[in-house]
T-cell receptor
Framework: GAVVSQHPSWVICKSGTSVKIECRSLDFQATTMFWYRQFPKQSLMLMATSNEGSKATYEQGVEKDKFLINHASLTLSTLTVTSAHPEDSSFYIC????????????FGSGTQLSVL | QKEVEQNSGPLSVPEGAIASLNCTYSDRGSQSFFWYRQYSGKSPELIMSIYSNGDKEDGRFTAQLNKASQYVSLLIRDSQPSDSATYLCAAGVSGGYNKLIFGAGTRLAVHP
């Protein structure tokens, strides 16, 4: 299957700081990437849809000024958690779809964010 | 609110048995359905996709779809301890530009 690389795998930061998470499609071009958040023992919740060269589309209840998404190229999307607080601690996962694979999503390895 | 429902489990089966995982969805317009396996602390891994009513088999896995009942299932034959994980059911959102809605997952435990 397609390979999606996500970095960092885990990050610990102080409250009030910003954290950037990178998601790269390694062997295909991804015009669309999706960012999910998962709290312990809960399902993946879609945060936003990232489109190359345009603004991201955020799901209801997700603060676009807090979770900044940039999709500057066909292989890279970034999620920046600004002014992080302990309640932002979660597992963040990006995913991408290849054009030929209908709606199949391939996931990055995820980033565990812990805000102290 | 479009939803995907799964029994959280845990579903416990002995090694070698058939594990049966079930899922229902609320969006009648959904046309695509997926099963993902997720180990603790890891990201989901795609196991099966199904788009048409009926059964789809891939190795030890069989996905079943019944659109009239809005029901999707996954059967795992000859269950192995390495199959122990959380299984996530996902449905494509109609008109949702390839977005998926995930269920909360069913935890499967295969004991030797």
């Amino acid at each position: 299957g397609a390979v999606v690389s996500q970095h960092p795998s885990w990050v610990i930061c102080k409250s009030g700081t910003s954290v950037k998470i990178e998601c790269r499609s390694l062997d295909f071009q991804a015009t669309t990437m999706f960012w999910y958040r998962q709290f312990p023992k809960q399902s993946l919740m879609l945060m936003a849809t990232s489109n190359e060269g345009s603004k991201a589309t955020y799901e209801q209840g997700v603060e676009k000024d807090k979770f900044l998404i940039n999709h500057a190229s066909l292989t890279l999307s970034t999620l920046t958690v600004t002014s992080a607080h302990p309640e932002d601690s979660s597992f963040y996962i990006c995913s991408a779809r290849t054009g030929a694979a209908k709606e199949k999503l391939f996931f990055g390895s995820g980033t565990q964010l812990s805000v102290l | 609110q479009k939803e995907v429902e799964q029994n959280s489990g845990p579903l416990s089966v002995p090694e070698g048995a058939i594990a049966s995982l079930n899922c229902t969805y609320s969006d009648r317009g959904s046309q695509s359905f997926f099963w993902y396996r997720q180990y603790s602390g890891k990201s989901p891994e795609l196991i099966m996709s199904i788009y048409s009513n009926g059964d789809k088999e891939d190795g030890r896995f069989t996905a079943q779809l019944n659109k009239a009942s809005q029901y999707v299932s996954l059967l795992i034959r000859d269950s192995q301890p390495s199959d122990s994980a959380t299984y996530l059911c996902a449905a494509g959102v109609s008109g949702g530009y390839n977005k998926l809605i995930f269920g909360a997952g069913t935890r499967l435990a295969v004991h030797p």
